[in-house]
């Protein structure tokens, strides 16, 4: 039930980049958690596309990907009325607060952070300044909203730490200025691996398509790879470490189905990976139907969609100008 007062409720923010077809693996792993959170924590969700540029984006493409990752938000089920929804760059507090933290920010904490690292490696070409200070601007988007919890995963964990050492440090000089975010485990956030090679997570940067799953992806399109996965030679449908192709598979259609490992197990005793395969990307085709049915009307409706996103940004501004404008006169800025 929509509670009237959100002010007891404790405050939750996440935020997901628009670069790409969002997959199985992030609906699963994040998603299908925010949903489940909106009764129960005042919820501030961003699609965080000034994050994106740190790597090169064509811009008919990122345009493309920002309406329809906020568009996707809605589909999956999140409500604006109930949340605060919103495109980053709407709000222009998040850019704002990004330069003051970033002077209170070390270049050796950055230049330690292993995803800039790993992206460093990947882009050579383009190592570029927001690519190394990009989580300053990720600990604005989290303490401009004092959220008590911020739901990320494994990948993004380092981040939220030294969100909470710059907000540490900057109340350590002015006083009670940033709530110290506490990171949430979600009690259910499947770990999705790829299709094609089950040692490595499921990711839409991935060279092979048929090793995810987009959530817009067609029914066929989701069976076929379902189909496709990589398994083992046992031919028993059992959950074990050295049986990874199939342990993913039972825990996707535990995440779809809501059955436990061993109700699967005895589902499918005696029966071939063939039979198990079909029933896995069904039970996943019946999932996403109603998302991507939702999502299509919605994507069409651009005048309510541009409503919603308007609304979302005032309503995200609304909180994010007080925290900004207290860091501000803390530093010593004439407001
Ligand atoms: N960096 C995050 C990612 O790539 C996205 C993100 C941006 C984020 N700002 C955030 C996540 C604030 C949580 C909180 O997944």
């Known amino acids: 039930m929509c509670q009237e007062n959100t002010n007891n409720k404790k405050k939750v923010l996440s935020c997901i980049q628009p670069s790409g077809m969002l997959t199985l693996g992030n609906y699963l792993g994040a998603l299908k958690n925010w ?5 129960e924590f ?11 540029i740190t790597v090169r984006q064509e811009p008919a493409a990122l345009r493309q990907q920002i309406y329809s990752t906020y ?3 809605l589909a999956l089920g999140l409500d604006p009325e109930k949340n605060t929804i919103f495109i980053q760059s ?13 002077c209170y920010t070390q270049f050796g904490e950055m230049s330690r952070m292993t995803q800039f690292k790993d992206k460093s490696l990947k882009h050579p070409e383009n190592v570029n300044v927001g690519l190394f200070s990009y989580p300053v601007l990720m600990a604005a988007d989290i303490l401009l909203y004092k959220p008590d919890f911020v739901p990320v995963g494994a990948d993004q964990k380092q981040h939220l730490e030294i969100s909470r050492d710059i907000a540490t440090r900057f109340n350590n000089i002015y006083g009670d200025v940033f709530t110290i975010p506490e990171p949430y485990i979600p009690k259910a956030g499947a770990k999705i691996m790829s299709l094609q090679d089950p040692t490595k997570k499921m990711s839409k940067s991935d060279d092979n398509p048929n090793s995810w799953v987009a959530i817009l992806d067609s029914r066929e399109d989701i069976i076929r790879k379902f189909k496709r996965a990589v398994t083992d030679s046992e031919a ?3 959950f074990s470490e050295d049986k990874p192709g199939i342990s993913n598979l039972i825990t996707i259609y535990s ?7 061993s109700e699967i197990e005895k589902e499918f005793e005696g029966k071939g990976y063939g039979e198990f395969k079909l029933a896995v990307g069904e039970a996943v085709a019946d999932t996403l139907a109603p ?3 939702r999502y299509d009307e919605i994507i069409k409706d651009k005048k309510t969609l541009e409503a919603l996103y308007r609304a979302g940004a005032e309503k995200a501004e ?7 404008f207290k860091a501000m006169k803390k530093v010593g800025f004439v407001l």
């Open 42 to 52: 005042d919820c501030t969700f961003a699609v965080a596309d000034l994050h994106a």
């Open 318 to 324: 609304k909180v994010a100008r007080k925290t900004y």
């Open 35 to 39: 949903i489940a959170m909106q009764d």
């Open 255 to 261: 995440a779809v189905t809501d059955k436990t490992i």
């Open 236 to 238: 028993v449908v059992r």
């Open 90 to 102: 709407h709000v222009p507090e998040h850019a704002n607060l990004s330069w003051l933290l970033s």
């Open 71 to 73: 568009a996707l938000l």
């Open 291 to 293: 998302i991507k049915a």
